[in-house]
Structures are given as C-alpha cells and as structure tokens.
C-alpha cells in the first residue's frame, strides 16, 4: 500500500516536473501571475541577467557574496537622513552586494529592468541614457509618454536624502547618495509609470542616475523597500496600503524565485509578529526588539542592555534584505560562537567571513539558534543556522561579528537567515511577521 502511494506520487511528481520544464520559467508571461504577486529572483539565478556563465558551488557563492558584508553594515550603521557622505569608490569591486533581483516596467511603454530589491533604502534609482559609468542596460526617458523630470519646488524633492538644490529652489532636483560603503550615485529626481507584475503606478518618484562611482551599484537599479517617505511602500499607500511581505528563495536551488506581494489581500492570516520600532535618525530602516538569543535550549548570557534600542546612538537590530549573513556586534556574536562552539567535538576552523567551521561527521546534531523578538520567537531552521559544503563534510555557523568599529551598533538580520520565510511587513500596525513558508 505504502509502496503503491509513493510510486504514484513519484510519478505525479515527475509529470509536474515535466510539465514545468516545457515552460521556461524566465519568460513566462506576468500576466500568469497575481496582479501584485511578483517573482524574486536570486541576483545568479539563470533567470537573472547577472548569473554567472559558469555557476561556482552555492558555498562559495555565499562565501564570496559574503566579503562585501562587512561594508554593508557600516554603510547601515552610518546611514544618517538627509547626511550626504560620498565616499571615493576604489573602483576595485566586482561583486555585486546586491543579492536579490524583481522584474518590472519602467515608464510608457514599459522598459524591462531587473532591479535589486532593497530593504534598508528608501528611494529607487535606475541608470538613465547619458549615464557615466554605468552598464549598457539603461531606462530611456526620451521614449516614455508618461517621464517627467521633477523641480527643486516638488515637496517630494525636499524628501531625497542627499538632495541638493539652490537656495531658490528652482530647476530640476538634483541629489547624491552613498550606497553599500564603497559607492555613490548622483540622479536626477524624476517621475514615472512603474508596472509591477499586473498592476501600474502612476507618478513614481526616482532618481534617474547620470553618474556612477565604485562598484556596488546595482547594474540595472534598485527598489527601495524601506520605510521613509520616498519608498515604494510610501509612494503607493492608495494601492497596497502599506503593507508587503516577500519570501527570499534559497541559494541553493536551480530555479530561485521567491515572491514579493503588495498589499494586504494575500498576506497569511495567521503569522507570529513583533512590533517595529522607529528611528527617526534612520527612517528607512526596519527596527525590531530582539530580546535575546539561544543556542540549543539554552538561552545565551548577554551583557544587560546590549540589544537595547536606541535611536539617537543607532543601536538596536534591523530586518535586512541586502546583508548575507546575519551580523551581531562583537560582545553579542562572541557569546553565541563561544556557546555554540562548546557544543561541538573536534576541531573548529574558519573559512572566510565564517570563524566556526566544523566536521559535520562528528557533529551530526548541531544546536538550531532562536531569535527572541519581543512577543515573538524564531527557531532558525538547519538551513539557516549553517552553511554546508558540497565537497567536503564541513559546515560553519553562517552567522559572523559586525565590523568591530566606532560605528559598530547595529545587529543585521540577513538574507541567508530570511530564506524560505514570509517575512511580513505592516506598516499600517507597525509590525513586522514572520512565518515558515518553502519559496522555491
Ligand atoms: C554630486 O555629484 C556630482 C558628480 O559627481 C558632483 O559634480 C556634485 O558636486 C555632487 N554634489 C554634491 C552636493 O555633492
Ligand atoms: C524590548 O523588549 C524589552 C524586553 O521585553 C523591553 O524591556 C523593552 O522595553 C523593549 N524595547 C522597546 C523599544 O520596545
Ligand atoms: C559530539 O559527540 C557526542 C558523542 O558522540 C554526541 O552525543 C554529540 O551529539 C556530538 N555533538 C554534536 C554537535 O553533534
């Protein structure tokens, strides 16, 4: 009997394999999907414009991904409202920081673009015909009937972090931002249709980029997601009300397409939350209360107050979609290395940005890690506590310390952490969910 289901269902699923394989999952029309229910990709999907030609294993994928990080997170930590810091670009990246990818249509009729999906920003840009030092795939405003460039007088203007306007207020709205710790855009502020999957939005504010320095830049944009008055979410309060929620495919599978969805219609009803807090000193970010941290059962031994939030000095922790591994600052990190290394038989190597690498045969029942948030409490799944190598019996906790600086305050929940979850974010109750979901 046992016997028969499994090979019924073995074929069922070979026919549903089959069956997807006759459609190419990179080009299948969006009008297959929701009108506000959009695919992420991983930014080296084969969908993605910017796999590579010859994928190298996931383990060294994220190990690579990984070395930006520590820029990241003091670009975070150092993210000020209308501060304008253009550091000099050292031109020597060729990562991408960028670690997720969304389909959508700029402008009348729509021009494709794959932009990176960005938690931690609030403002969306995309290289523009004329560019400086951007890549061959540019938005044309000249041949869009709906492009309009915005002036110095537009309240929204006055909302671009980094803007930079005579005192008279007058011509086009012009600003520069940093981004990723390396590199900086200058754009103009203009507006737009933007079509996400079925659905438009009329008068999209972004910046339409005319330089690029350093190398962090996304090749063909980027979508602020975060929470400041110029994102996404803001812009588009009449539409989706403010609330979204995605889930960010893993590394490891062929076809990585997770989701993004706007609005409430579609959100699960039945999710743990934690309130999101507010920073006014960093608008775009999405603060939450992390409580504490256990390694196995037990419920790791942290100096009083280190999690604690505060706005004026930063500190606290953040949801974020463009950091890899999920970064603590030292104090915190060092406490949860060192329980779960007392865990562990043999020897404990390190391996790039990873310091508790281990034999995963003499190892074969790692302590899982669970975030405490205040009223909610996340048990990492396997795959989200470690990375596992493909060629050898070797895994590492996929955690890392924050860059043990002036600047370091900030705990960073990351991407790897976030896979296969629907993390939910409601802007209207000011909570943020999160909820096991398998996105592939
Ligand atoms: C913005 O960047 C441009 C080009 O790099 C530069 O000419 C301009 O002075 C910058 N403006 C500000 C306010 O930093
Ligand atoms: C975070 O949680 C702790 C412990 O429950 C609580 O004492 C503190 O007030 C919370 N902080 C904020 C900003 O809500
Ligand atoms: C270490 O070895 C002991 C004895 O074999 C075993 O009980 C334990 O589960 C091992 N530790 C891990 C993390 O697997």
Redesign the pocket.
Known sequence: MTHRVMALSTIFLFLLISTSNAIDPCTSPPSQSDGSDLSILHIYSPCSPFSPPRPTSWFNTVLNMATKDPNRVTYLSSLVSQKTSVPIASGQQILQTANYVLRVKLGTPGQLMFMVLDTSSDTAWVPCSGCTGCSSTVFTPTTSSTYQSLDCNEQRCTQVRGQSCPATALGPCFFNQSYGGDSSISASLVQDSLRLALDIVPNYAFGCINAVAGGSIPKQGLLGLGRGSLSLISQTVPLYNGIFSYCLPSFKSYYFSGSLRLGAASQPKIIKTTPLLQNPHRPSLYYVNLTGISVGKKLVALPIDILTFNPSTGAGTIIDSGTVITRFIEPVYAAVRDEFRS???GTITSLGAFDTCFDTE??????LVTLHFSGMDVVLPVENTLIHSSATPLACLAMASAPNNVNSVLNVIANLQQQNHRILFDLVNSRLGIARENCN
């Open positions: 865990r562990m038989n003499v190892n074969p029942a790692a302590p």
